[in-house]
């Protein structure tokens, strides 16, 4: 049998996985196995991971990390709903969210027993803070907001929910899972620097060119973090707050490296470029008479018909739709202004009557 490939990253223009960069590949290969989920036998590893929340930390606003490398932000964002849950300890939990928001909080609210409330988005995809406000209640233990959503690349009102959590003695969790690494280049107020939020997710493997699985989830609070910790007995560190047990240390070790290697100039260079790309690709097809959403973040968002959408995937197109049917785009690192050319090509070649 042939040895499979994996598939390049010219065509695929929906993804928010990218190509790691260099010194992420190479760490990542020199950690493959060592687990940081046993920090007391692989202590290189619980190093670099330290290394990797300090950098999250400067990034994110954070004055004191406390948190750790997830598999991804689904389980950064489980794992937020949980330290609420157990450190709020009310009945009836809920958590309430924009319907925007990504779909592992129906994981979480399904896993935990939480109730997930989710209220509509104003005219321009954000979260409608009057919904929120009106949705929250003694129970609510998260308000959570995004900074980058993944079907619109839009940034919520983060202080203004920050305030509804906290009147209702909640805690607010921002998911920057996508938006993270971009976000610290733009004006919004998204931060723990912007505003007093409690937790956030943010995924080196995204936008962070590290390999996968490296997600990030920090807490403000030590106590917080704590309430996820349960007691290790055969191991001979005290306690673990990560859901899964055995940890990816080539992720965590990637995750260092990148960046080590990218913050915060090669993190700059590419959100310039990609949202420089985005930009023109929404000039390009309006252009072309296609109702297109203006790009906040590197992302757009198009109404296509569905048989140009089906010819594009024929044609090798790796791209997606929103939960409303838009194609969406998302310009991430190996996204190139060439690439962009071919596939505007290929629409054109399918739909000549625009032209
Ligand atoms: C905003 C947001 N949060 C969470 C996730 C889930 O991340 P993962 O797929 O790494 O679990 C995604 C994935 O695209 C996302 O866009």
């Known amino acids: 049998m042939q040895r499979a490939a994996p598939q390049t990253f010219d065509r695929v223009l929906s993804s928010m996985c990218t190509r790691p960069h260099p010194a992420a590949r190479n760490a990542a290969e020199r950690f493959l196995a060592t687990n940081p989920g046993d920090p007391a036998t692989y202590q290189t590893v619980a190093a670099l991971e330290e290394d990797a929340l300090a950098y999250l930390a400067e990034i994110t606003g954070l004055e004191t990390p406390h948190g750790y490398i997830t598999s991804g932000g689904t389980e950064a964002n489980i794992q937020a709903v949980r330290a609420a849950r157990n450190y709020l300890a009310r009945d ?17 609210a399904d896993v935990l027993g939480v109730e997930l409330r989710t209220v509509p988005v104003d005219d321009d995809y954000r979260a409608d803070t009057d919904a929120v406000r009106a949705a929250v209640d003694s129970n609510t233990i998260v308000v959570a907001g995004v900074a980058g959503t993944t079907e619109f690349g839009r940034v919520d009102p983060i202080p203004e929910l920050t305030d509804i959590a906290h009147d209702a003695g909640a805690l607010m969790h921002v998911d920057a899972a996508w ?48 309430a996820l910790a349960i007691d290790t007995p055969y191991l001979e560190s005290a306690s673990q707050a990560s859901l899964t047990g055995t940890r990816s240390g080539a992720g965590v070790a990637s995750a260092a490296a990148a960046m080590r290697e990218l913050w915060p100039t090669g993190y700059r260079d590419v959100y310039e470029t990609q949202q420089a790309n985005a930009e023109w690709l929404y000039e390009q097809l309006v252009a072309r008479g296609y109702e297109t959403v203006e790009p906040e973040l590197p992302l757009v968002a198009a109404e296509l018909p569905e048989s140009e959408f089906e010819s594009l995937r024929d044609l090798g197109w790796r791209i997606s739709r929103t939960g409303s049917g838009e194609l969406r785009i998302v310009c991430m690192p190996h996204v190139t202004r060439d690439s962009l050319r071919a596939f505007l090509s290929d629409l054109d070649s399918l739909s000549p009557v625009r032209n």
């Open 179 to 226: 938006g993270g690494f971009v976000l610290p280049f733009t004006d919004h107020e998204w931060s723990f620097s912007h505003a007093p939020i409690d937790s956030m997710t943010i995924d080196p493997h995204k936008y962070g060119q590290a390999v996968v699985p490296a997600g990030g989830l920090l807490f403000r609070e030590r106590d917080v973090l704590d």
């Open 92 to 108: 009836d939990p809920n958590v309430v969210a924009p319907e925007s928001i990504h779909f592992s909080f129906q994981k979480a």
